[in-house]
């Protein structure tokens, strides 16, 4: 079925705003190696710098969303892009590690803002809501992969300065955009139902939906996403440093019209993009599999590459290369299932809630990896992919924890086209 013009303008809005949020989320592991030389710091100091722009963006999420429901998804998701485009004005004219720091807390602050704004947006205002919701994870997987890429480009012939200056301008375009389109933002909700759009959950309604929530297997289900968080965000943000730094990328020898352009980079960027197909396939299981299932395989999966990475960072470049390939692959192809988790095992009534929590664990408590990844690092590279490893085995015995039957905890069936894709 063809989109109406209302979903067509949402879905527009929404997958800028996703596609930026992850343009500006993945493009700063390629400014981390920038730093580390520019500013002759330690890695576990950056990696405490950094752990301080994402963090926010997961913690923010709850609050994030009762914003949103104060003040209007529309006008948050504009307050998200002007600010994420502004922090990274900020970075542009850092002069010191403190002034990076402070860049990357107001952009994790603001990009806090978007999920629980733009899922919300989506879920009241849009008719076909898989349509949208499968372009809106589509868009975000672009942002995923052009942001590095773009960062990695422009800093072959320009300062990291003006490329964090030049990484702002879409947001600012997307704030015009913004504010210029028209659309009903409680277009399908029912006639006489209030979005919620004027009405703000209260402290006890938010500790009373709370209890419920981690009251059902949602409670394992959060600490779960939180160890793929773990993983996650370890991985993404220190793999480019750690590719910078491998012979095979010492020894490779490109021609002189090509000096200046990072190998390490483009491998980062292409499992990013390979992480697509696995995002895709992923969802296509999910109803196949179940979720519990899903994530119990997939985590295996994962501790099997993180150890892997121990010897093959010591082989030649096509090595490195495949397995990074399939390492893009799986690790995108989790979401689904962890996403389609979080319908099947939650109370109907805490449905929504139970997004910002997840969002919490995911993008919030998953930050810490990058400050312990920093002081693994500075002992051991081997040690770092062991720590990484660990995550995953935990993620995958919790998992098997649900598939062994925890199920009674649920009170609430969910197709996976109810979870919405990050």
């Known amino acids: ?44 100091l950056l990696g405490l710098v950094v752990a301080l722009g994402y963090a926010p963006f997961g913690i923010g999420a709850l609050p994030g969303g009762i914003l949103a429901d104060r003040y209007g998804t529309k006008r948050l998701i504009v307050l998200c892009l002007a600010g994420m485009s502004l922090a990274f004005l900020v970075l542009a004219t850092s002069t010191s590690i403190y002034a990076i720091a402070v860049g990357l807390l107001l952009w994790g602050i603001a990009a806090s803002i978007y999920h629980p704004a733009g899922l919300s947006l989506i879920s009241t205002g849009v008719e076909e809501r898989g349509t949208v919701f499968a372009w809106h994870g589509i868009a975000g997987n672009a942002g995923i992969a052009l942001g590095p890429f773009v960062a990695a480009t422009l800093l072959i012939f320009l300062d990291w300065q003006y490329v964090a200056a030049i990484l702002a301008a879409p947001g600012f375009l997307a704030v015009l955009y913004g504010l210029t389109a028209e659309f009903d933002p409680t277009a399908a909700v029912e006639d006489g139902v209030d979005a919620g759009a004027d009405e703000a959950l209260s402290l006890s309604d938010l500790l009373d939906n709370s209890k419920a929530l981690f009251a059902s297997a949602f409670a394992i289900v959060f600490v779960i996403v939180t160890f793929e968080g773990l993983y996650y965000r370890g991985m993404l943000t220190y793999l480019p440093e750690i590719l910078h730094g491998l012979p095979a990328m010492d020894a490779l020898a490109l021609p002189d ?31 196949r599999v179940p979720p519990a299932r899903g994530m119990a395989v997939l985590f295996a999966i994962f501790a099997v590459l993180a150890l892997a990475f121990i010897p093959v960072t010591t082989m030649g470049l096509w ?28 109370p109907a009534d805490t449905r929504g809630l139970s997004y910002g929590y997840t969002y919490l664990g995911e993008f919030g408590l998953g930050a810490a990896s990058i400050a312990l990844g920093g002081f693994v690092l500075d002992v051991s590279l081997g040690w770092f992919f062991v720590m990484i490893a660990a995550f995953a085995f935990a993620g995958m015995l919790l998992s098997a ?5 925890l199920d009674w905890f649920a009170d609430a069936k969910a197709t996976p086209e109810t979870a919405p894709d990050d």
């Open 1 to 44: 079925m063809a989109l109406n013009a209302n979903d067509r303008s949402i879905a527009g809005f929404t997958m800028a705003g996703h596609a930026l949020v992850h343009w500006f989320e993945t493009a700063i592991p390629i400014f981390l190696v920038v730093w580390l030389a520019e500013f002759d710091v330690s890695i576990a």
């Open 257 to 287: 019209e090509l000096e200046g352009i990072e190998p390490a980079d483009y491998i980062y960027v292409g499992l990013l993009v390979v992480g697509m197909a696995g995002q895709y396939v992923g969802g296509k299981l999910t109803d």
């Open 319 to 346: 090595a490195i290369v495949a397995l990074c390939g399939v390492f893009g692959f799986f690790l995108f192809a989790i979401q689904p299932f962890y996403q389609n988790a979080v319908a099947v095992y939650t």
């Open 401 to 405: 924890v649900l598939v062994a039957g």
